[in-house]
């Protein structure tokens, strides 16, 4: 009976130990991390491309009439009007051919007066029988002769204020004008074809891009439905430039790169875009909307597919399959796996593993 005493306190001191020990033994430290609320929102869904911004209209100035320049009234990249003077050509060779124009017509004029007086006469003299038939068709025709050639007359003094009026060149469109080409004092001729200057309009202006073919089915069914909304963006992606709409559908695919062309018409009240810029372009085609929303960031991607750790009421994690419909701006869309309400780590995932308790660092809403 001693021995079996002495036993059961060797047993129970043994016990004591190592219940002890277990206590003693330190507990893993809570890994902190930061995580957020699934919540619910919209996402468009986007075709992306680069494209390349052209003026709306592009005009190359050049001179219809030879002369002189006498005068040039812009300032080089200034905005005119449609009908704004640029250029004076010396006028007065065109002012002289104008006025011997008008005194041929009045010398024409005169004489057709006469020959009208004459045939007047030769017409009552004909019914008094002192007038012969022949003399009269003669004077007759001579009047219908001057008339024509008052009207010769008139043409030629038509075209002469023609000229003289191109001896001032005005903007044929209202836009922005580039570098002057062509100095004061330089003489230009008609022939020669010189520009003197450009202009481009660039309100409203125009963006041309491509995307590959596959994508041009959804296109025209939602250009159908309704103008499609295109985004120009900087080249890296961090700004708005301009929003605009989709206005042109090329009628043919390029053979040679597998793409169709497109262009976006932009209002560009504010210039932002410029003629000759390149741009990233984003393309609305359609928007999925109440979809489980969480940072991009929260995703993560192994072996087995995406995943986020799940955060439990115990402050423990759990390794949770996802699948991502979208993911655009720092957001990302997810088609299964999570519910608005659930909580996930956004940020420290690096050192999780499955079951791995964790310090909680709320994070702000996804988009």
């Given at each position: 009976?001693?021995?079996?005493?002495?036993?059961?306190?060797?047993?129970?001191?043994?016990?004591?130990?190592?219940?002890?020990?277990?206590?003693?033994?330190?507990?893993?430290?809570?890994?902190?991390?930061?995580?957020?609320?699934?919540?619910?929102?919209?996402?468009?869904?986007?075709?992306?491309?680069?494209?390349?911004?052209?003026?709306?209209?592009?005009?190359?100035?050049?001179?219809?009439?030879?002369?002189?320049?006498?005068?040039?009234?812009?300032?080089?990249?200034?905005?005119?009007?449609?009908?704004?003077?640029?250029?004076?050509?010396?006028?007065?060779?065109?002012?002289?051919?104008?006025?011997?124009?008008?005194?041929?017509?009045?010398?024409?004029?005169?004489?057709?007066?006469?020959?009208?007086?004459?045939?007047?006469?030769?017409?009552?003299?004909?019914?008094?029988?002192?007038?012969?038939?022949?003399?009269?068709?003669?004077?007759?025709?001579?009047?219908?002769?001057?008339?024509?050639?008052?009207?010769?007359?008139?043409?030629?003094?038509?075209?002469?204020?023609?000229?003289?009026?191109?001896t001032r060149i005005r903007a044929p469109i209202a836009g922005r004008l580039g570098?002057?080409?062509?100095?004061?004092?330089?003489?230009?001729?008609?022939?020669?074809?010189t520009a003197l200057v450009t202009i481009a309009q660039v309100r409203p202006i125009?963006?041309?891009?491509?995307?590959?073919?596959?994508?041009?089915?959804?296109?025209?069914?939602?250009?159908?439905?309704?103008?499609?909304?295109?985004?120009?963006?900087?080249?890296?992606?961090?700004?708005?430039?301009?929003?605009?709409?989709?206005?042109?559908?090329?009628?043919?695919?390029?053979?040679?790169?597998?793409?169709?062309?497109?262009?976006?018409?932009?209002?560009?009240?504010?210039?932002?875009?410029?003629?000759?810029?390149?741009?990233?372009?984003?393309?609305?085609?359609?928007?999925?909307?109440?979809?489980?929303?969480?940072?991009?960031?929260?995703?993560?991607?192994?072996?087995?597919?995406?995943?986020?750790?799940?955060?439990?009421?115990?402050?423990?994690?759990?390794?949770?399959?996802?699948?991502?419909?979208?993911?655009?701006?720092?957001?990302?869309?997810?088609?299964?796996?999570?519910?608005?309400?659930?909580?996930?780590?956004?940020?420290?995932?690096?050192?999780?593993?499955?079951?791995?308790?964790?310090?909680?660092?709320?994070?702000?809403?996804?988009?």
């Amino acid at each position: 009976m001693l021995g079996t005493a002495l036993l059961l306190s060797i047993g129970v001191v043994l016990t004591w130990v190592a219940t002890a020990r277990a206590a003693a033994k330190p507990q893993p430290a809570a890994i902190p991390v930061t995580v957020g609320t699934v919540t619910t929102g919209t996402m468009p869904v986007l075709l992306r491309g680069i494209g390349t911004v052209q003026a709306d209209n592009t005009v190359t100035v050049r001179s219809r009439v030879d002369g002189q320049i006498v005068g040039v009234d812009f300032h080089e990249g200034q905005e005119v009007a449609a009908g704004a003077l640029l250029f004076q050509i010396d006028p007065r060779p065109y002012a002289a051919a104008l006025a011997e124009a008008e005194a041929v017509r009045a010398k024409d004029a005169a004489q057709l007066d006469a020959a009208v007086a004459d045939l007047a006469r030769y017409t009552h003299l004909l019914h008094g029988g002192f007038q012969s038939r022949q003399s009269y068709d003669q004077q007759k025709a001579l009047v219908a002769q001057l008339r024509a050639t008052i009207s010769g007359d008139e043409a030629g003094i038509a075209a002469a204020k023609l000229n003289l009026d191109f001896t001032r060149i005005r903007a044929p469109i209202a836009g922005r004008l580039g570098a002057q080409l062509v100095d004061i004092g330089n003489i230009v001729r008609a022939s020669d074809n010189t520009a003197l200057v450009t202009i481009a309009q660039v309100r409203p202006i125009f963006v041309s891009f491509a995307l590959p073919q596959q994508d041009l089915d959804a296109i025209r069914r939602h250009q159908a439905a309704a103008p499609l909304v295109v985004e120009a963006r900087s080249r890296d992606d961090a700004h708005l430039l301009a929003r605009g709409r989709l206005s042109f559908i090329d009628n043919t695919i390029n053979t040679a790169t597998g793409t169709i062309g497109l262009k976006a018409r932009f209002a560009n009240r504010r210039e932002r875009l410029w003629p000759g810029a390149f741009v990233n372009v984003r393309m609305t085609l359609t928007e999925r909307r109440d979809m489980p929303m969480v940072p991009e960031s929260a995703l993560q991607q192994g072996p087995r597919g995406w995943f986020v750790y799940l955060v439990g009421a115990d402050h423990r994690v759990t390794r949770h399959p996802v699948r991502p419909a979208l993911m655009e701006d720092g957001r990302a869309a997810i088609a299964s796996g999570l519910t608005a309400g659930q909580v996930v780590v956004v940020n420290g995932q690096y050192r999780l593993t499955d079951g791995a308790r964790i310090m909680e660092r709320k994070a702000g809403k996804p988009g």
